[in-house]
Structure formats: structure tokens, C-alpha cells
């Protein structure tokens, strides 16, 4: 057909695309509206909206970011919450085909960006394989910013036809005349797996029936053990396979028509067999991969007004009708309850392929609860801003970059941390024991920092135990706190244990202050022999000091409570997590948060406020989350900082500042001079005047 006018077809088009439409060629020009921001035409003009909301929309923003300087925490959290729902949004109306090879350059600028606040700008420095776990959500130890593939793509282009297709169905089932669109919707829903007489399975069940429990409308089944069952993984596998042969059957039926747009039907397959071959990959699954899995797709937390918490079990729907028969729902999450299960198995592979023991412990700590707060917490007060130094540094140490520091420029980071904890065992995050106190004085408590001389040693040393703090709650309980930084996840629950009731025997006690006042009197003789430097009898007097710490110790539980408290060893990792937090009843933050975090969402209860709260902060918990994991950033960074120059000053023989020897700089103007007084006259301003 020859058009002659060019606004009969768009007024979209260029004049080289005008000119082909006048000679006929505007079969093979984009055409196409937009409905409610949706792109619908044929391929060449949905092809063209992918390309220009990726590379005009969310690209520019992304290089917008340059322009904020060092805000690093405001850089990460437009990338997370801003840039990465947009991507989500282009998936679930583009192309999955189309969607990873359009979004790979704005995926690179974003890795970009990402490396360039770890103030790591290379790959070298900064490698794809770190990259693979920075990417993967909070709760799985990433920073939150999402990547999605062309299998979550697809997934997420189905959960939206799919969605939109069964509202549209049940709105439409009782109305006259609208049989044929019904039909249609029906065709396109259609479930390849059926039963063999031809009907669709019921909710939760599959080719023969349900295989896990589903909490769906208070209806419970049968429970599932969750153990590897042969029979399950064969059917899984048989359904996945027959959604397989039903999308290469409708891929020649689309390719057929090239000019056309994808078919709704074809996405909705392509989803369907992503999601189904994630399940039985998962059906396959054993042993502890399989718990790891079951667990990171599973999410425990508390719901205001209910006395226990809520469990979340995000499975995979069994076939495509359950998937249609979920994505009908409200608030269904269909999307994040199949595309979680790819970041689950991308930590159960990178767990299950490490190397070394530290970097098992390190994926396991950074799933602890609180480790994510300093990349979810909004900078909306003092207490909750990191430096953009600190907050580079924090990104290194998770995932096992150098540290760029002076002295240790290609050690990881998370080594170095854990060997300067363990090294310098007198050390104390203050900032943090303030952070803890300061949220305590929030929720309306009474805190005390270091309470001395009060709880004294039972054991008749005739020492006082000093904890970090001390809180009064609100029924006159008091509690007593000391903050541990914990750096090996195996060593958890020893170190609570010796913090609590201590180690040792008061005879090797005796025995370590005997060998101590020995060396400390040898080390005096040969320091004035002049055979020992003075910073090698420093070095033996710490090491004198340090075996009667390792000697014996009461340990803080009976002393605390003798003075009427009850003692709580805070055990913190690196990364700002906390240890004995998940499902504890007894954990700090139980004790401690406002009681307004248990209170139902339509009572008239008091909240917890604060000027800083925001909706990343509502409730108290996670305030305390947010507070404890900046600080600890913070102090971190201080301290490796300081140890770092130390070191460069002990290598290169630089004196310490405070024992340099400060000279004058001679002036260039000769001083005024009053009798005998020869001293500088600090008001002379050069002028000469009469006597």
C-alpha cells in the first residue's frame, strides 16, 4: 500500500522515514502508541522504546550521578531505589531478548559507578567476580542494587502479561458479549502441562498434584520436610521440559511474522520455562545446598501487633496455571518470589566453590542481620552519615579488595581487619557503644556509658568489672552491655561464652603477675645495659601484660550480677552484624527497641520518633540497625587509617608528632625590641612610630 500523506502513519518519524513511507516502505518502520506508558506497535517500535528508555532514560541518570561528589551513600541509594526500578520497569514491558543486549552498557555504567565510590576503579581492582556478589540483595550480603538478566527479565515480562491478562479475565467472566476476548485471554493463558483428561490442576497442585506446602488464604496442606524426593524432581523436570517444547513451538510461529512484535502468548512462555527450570533445579537440590537455598528464599521478620513473627516462604509456582492463578491476586510478588531464587543459587554456587575457609565465614556474615544497615540507611541525620573514605573502605572489606592503604596498598581487606582485631585485643569501637547507648535514649530507656567500681569481682581479685554501659528499663531492669567484635563466625559463641563467665583459674593468675613483675624487671635492667631498644622492651613488657589477660579472667555474668544486672554480651562482625539477633528472644535488640515497634498499624499507641527517622528507619530495630552499622563503618575506617600510617612512620623512622622537637620558622621581620625584652612582639604590624 502507498501512503501518501506521512501523518497518517506517525508524526514520530524522521524524513528518511517519511520518504521510505511515501515509496511504500512503511510496513518495516516502527508504528506503534503508547498506552498508559506502555509501548504497543510492532517489533521495530517497541525494539526502539527498549533502546530509548534504556539509553536516554535511565543512562542519563546514571551519568547524573557524577555530579554528586563524594555523597557516595546518596549515589548508592539512587542507584538502588531509582535507577534499578527503572530497569525493572523496561523488563516488564520490553523484550527479554532484546532487554540484557540493549541494558549492557548501562549495566557497565552502573558496575562503573559502583566501582568508583569503593574507589576502585578497575576491574583489576575491583573484579567481575566481587561484582557477581555486590549485585545480589541486602539480605543475601549485596548492596541492593539489582541486576536483571534475560531470565529475570522474562520472568518479570510474564508475572506482567500474566497478571494483567487474569484481572482483566475475572472482570470480564460475567459480562455479556465479551465471550470472544474471554476466549482469547484464555488461549493465551492456556497451561501446556494438563492432566490427561484435559482439565487444568487445581490451585497448588501440578501434573499430579502439589509437592511443597503452601500457606495460601489460611488453608493448610499436608507439610513438605523439604528433603530430596526423586519422584518430586522427575515431575518437576518433566514439567519444565514441556514448557520448553510448547516455547519453541510459539518461537517458529512468532518468527514467521518478523515484523510483528512479540506475541503475549511467547512471553508469557518464555517466564513460564525460566521459572520452571529454576524449580527443578531447586527439586535437584541436596544436603546443604538445598538448606542454603531454602533459606535465603526465606524471610523471618516481625509484624506489628503479632506476638510472633511471620514467616515468608517464597516457592516457585508447580506449573503455569498456578502462576496465572497467583498473579490474579493482589500484592501477589509473584515477580520477587521466582527471580529470588537466581541470587540464592548464585550464593549457594559462589559459596559451595570458595576457596578458603575466611571467605565461607565472610558470605556467612554478611547474612546476619544488621550487615546490610550502612548501605539501607538514608543519611538523614549525623548518626547515620559515612564518610565517603569509610563507606569506600566498607565496600572493599565486604567483598575482598585490596585495601589501598599506605602501608598494606594490596592486602584484602577483610583479612587486615581480622588480623588487626586480633591483634589489638584492647581495642573498642567507642563510637559504636555510643551509637548503641544514644538508640537506647531513644526508645525512652535510661543509659549510662561505663559504669565503674560498681559491679565488683566476686572472686575476691579485688578488681571491678567495667562494662561498656548499662540501661534501666522501663520496669527497673537493669542491663549490662559489652561490645566484642567478633571477625571469625566459628568463634562466635566461645567468645560470648568467655565474655560471659571468663576462662582460667586464679592460680594461673598468680602465676602469670609473678612472670610478669620478673620480665618487667629484666627488660628495666637491660634497657639501662643499653642491650634493648626501647621499642623492643616495649614490645616484651606487652607481651608480659597480655599473658596475665590470657591467664584467668571472672568473666562479666556473676559480677553484674551481684550488683543487680543482668549482663548481655553484644557480639558485632566487621560488617556490622549481629551475632544472636535472628529468632532470639533474648537478643538486645528484644530487650531494647521502643514499644511502639509492637504495636498494630491502626492502634493509637505511641510511635517511635526521631528527626531522623525515615521510612528506611521506622521503626525502632531497624533504627538501631542503621546507627550501629555507620558507626561501625565509621570507627573502622579511623581505625585501620591510624594503624596504617603508624606502621609507614615505623618503617621509614618518622618520630611521632607529639615527640618531634618544634622550631620556629626564623621571621623575615626583625622583632620591636622594649629595654632588655627580646621577645617577639605579636601586635607589630611592621610601622615604625615615635617614641
Known amino acids: 500500500m502507498r501512503v501518501s500523506r506521512c501523518s497518517d502513519w506517525s508524526d514520530d518519524w524522521s524524513e528518511e522515514e517519511k520518504a521510505l513511507a511515501r515509496n511504500g516502505g512503511g510496513a518495516a518502520l516502527p508504528r506503534g502508541v503508547k498506552y498508559l506508558g506502555m509501548p504497543c506497535g510492532n517489533r521495530a517500535y517497541v525494539s526502539a522504546a527498549v533502546e530509548r528508555a534504556a539509553a536516554r532514560g535511565a543512562k542519563e541518570d546514571v551519568y547524573a550521578l557524577r555530579k554528586m561528589g563524594n555523597n557516595s551513600q546518596e549515589k548508592m541509594l539512587n542507584l538502588k531505589h531509582c535507577i534499578s526500578s527503572k530497569l525493572a520497569h523496561i523488563a516488564r514491558w520490553g523484550p527479554a531478548c532484546e532487554y540484557e543486549e540493549v541494558t549492557a552498557n548501562l549495566q557497565s555504567a552502573i558496575e562503573e559507578t559502583i566501582r568508583d565510590v569503593a574507589k576502585a576503579p578497575s576491574v583489576e581492582l575491583f573484579p567481575a567476580e566481587a561484582m557477581e556478589l555486590a549485585r545480589l540483595p541486602t539480605s543475601m550480603g549485596g548492596m541492593g542494587v539489582g541486576k536483571l538478566t534475560r531470565d529475570s527479565a522474562a520472568v518479570a515480562g510474564m508475572c506482567s502479561a500474566a497478571s494483567a491478562l487474569a484481572r482483566m479475565g475475572k472482570a470480564w467472566a460475567k459480562r455479556d458479549g465479551l465471550g470472544w476476548i474471554r476466549k482469547l485471554i484464555e488461549e493465551t493463558l492456556a497451561d501446556p502441562a494438563q492432566v490427561p483428561n484435559g482439565e487444568k490442576p487445581a490451585d497448588g497442585e501440578g501434573v499430579e498434584g502439589g509437592d511443597r506446602a503452601v500457606e495460601e488464604d489460611g488453608d493448610d496442606e499436608e507439610e513438605w520436610d523439604g528433603a530430596w524426593n526423586a519422584e518430586v524432581e522427575l515431575r518437576a523436570h518433566a514439567v519444565a521440559d514441556t514448557m520448553t517444547a510448547a516455547r519453541a513451538e ?86 520477587k518470589k521466582v527471580n529470588v531464587h537466581e541470587a540464592a543459587f548464585t550464593w549457594a554456587r559462589r559459596y559451595k566453590m570458595s576457596k578458603s575457609k575466611s571467605e565461607r565465614h565472610r558470605l556467612q556474615d554478611l547474612l546476619l542481620p544488621g550487615s546490610s544497615a550502612v548501605f539501607t540507611a538514608v543519611p538523614s541525620s549525623r548518626r547515620m552519615r559515612v564518610g565517603h573514605e569509610a563507606y569506600a573502605f566498607a565496600i572493599r572489606q565486604r567483598y575482598s579488595l585490596p585495601a589501598l592503604l599506605c602501608a598494606w596498598h594490596h592486602a584484602p581487606a577483610d583479612e ?32 549510662c556509658r561505663e559504669v565503674a567500681k560498681h559491679f565488683q569481682c566476686p572472686y575476691g581479685s579485688g578488681e571491678s568489672i567495667t562494662p561498656d554501659g548499662a540501661i534501666v528499663l522501663a520496669d527497673g531492669t537493669v542491663v549490662a552491655l559489652d561490645v566484642t567484635v567478633i571477625g571469625n563466625s566459628d568463634a562466635a559463641k566461645e567468645q560470648i561464652r568467655r565474655k560471659t563467665v571468663g576462662w582460667g583459674s586464679l592460680g594461673a593468675l598468680e602465676r602469670a603477675l609473678r612472670a610478669r613483675a620478673d620480665t618487667w624487671e629484666k627488660v628495666r635492667r637491660a634497657e639501662e645495659d643499653g642491650t634493648m631498644s626501647r621499642r623492643e622492651a616495649e614490645e616484651e613488657r606487652q607481651k608480659a601484660a597480655r599473658l596475665v589477660q590470657q591467664a584467668w579472667s571472672g568473666g562479666y555474668k556473676r559480677a553484674c550480677e551481684l550488683g543487680g544486672a543482668i549482663f548481655v554480651a553484644m ?121
Not at 544472636?580 to 509492637?598: C, Q
Open 250 to 335: 510459539q518461537q517458529e510461529k512468532d518468527a514467521a511474522r518478523p515484523q510483528e512484535a512479540q506475541s503475549v502468548r511467547l512471553t508469557i512462555l518464555l517466564g513460564a520455562e525460566v521459572a520452571l527450570q529454576w524449580r527443578a533445579k531447586l527439586m535437584a537440590m541436596r544436603g546443604e545446598e538445598r538448606v542454603q537455598v531454602d533459606g535465603l528464599v526465606t524471610s523471618v521478620f516481625q509484624v506489628p501487633g503479632e506476638p510472633e513473627p511471620r514467616v515468608v516462604v517464597r516457592d516457585i509456582p508447580e506449573t503455569l496455571s498456578d502462576m496465572v492463578g497467583q498473579a490474579g491476586k493482589d500484592n501477589n510478588h509473584l515477580q
Open 416 to 447: 587486615l581487619v581480622q588480623q588487626m582485631t586480633h591483634h589489638y585485643k584492647v581495642r573498642r569501637h567507642d563510637g559504636v557503644v555510643d551509637a548503641v547507648l544514644l538508640a537506647a535514649l531513644d526508645s525512652d530507656l535510661v543509659a
Open 571 to 691: 557480639a558485632l562482625t566487621p560488617y556490622g552484624g549481629w551475632h544472636g539477633e535472628k529468632n532470639s528472644a533474648e537478643s538486645w535488640t528484644r530487650r531494647t527497641t521502643h514499644t511502639g515497634d509492637e504495636v498494630g498499624y491502626y492502634e493509637f499507641d505511641q510511635r517511635f520518633e526521631h528527626p531522623g527517622r525515615t521510612w528506611a528507619s521506622a521503626t525502632h530495630r531497624a533504627f538501631t540497625f542503621a546507627c550501629v552499622g555507620a558507626a561501625m563503618a565509621n570507627e573502622t575506617w579511623k581505625f585501620v587509617q591510624a594503624k596504617s600510617k603508624q606502621a609507614m612512620k615505623q618503617v621509614l623512622g618518622i618520630r611521632d608528632e607529639k615527640t618531634r622537637m618544634k622550631v620556629t620558622l626564623p621571621l623575615a621581620l626583625a622583632p620591636v625590641t622594649q629595654e632588655d625584652d627580646m621577645r617577639w612582639n605579636p601586635n607589630d604590624d611592621g610601622i615604625v612610630s615615635n617614641p
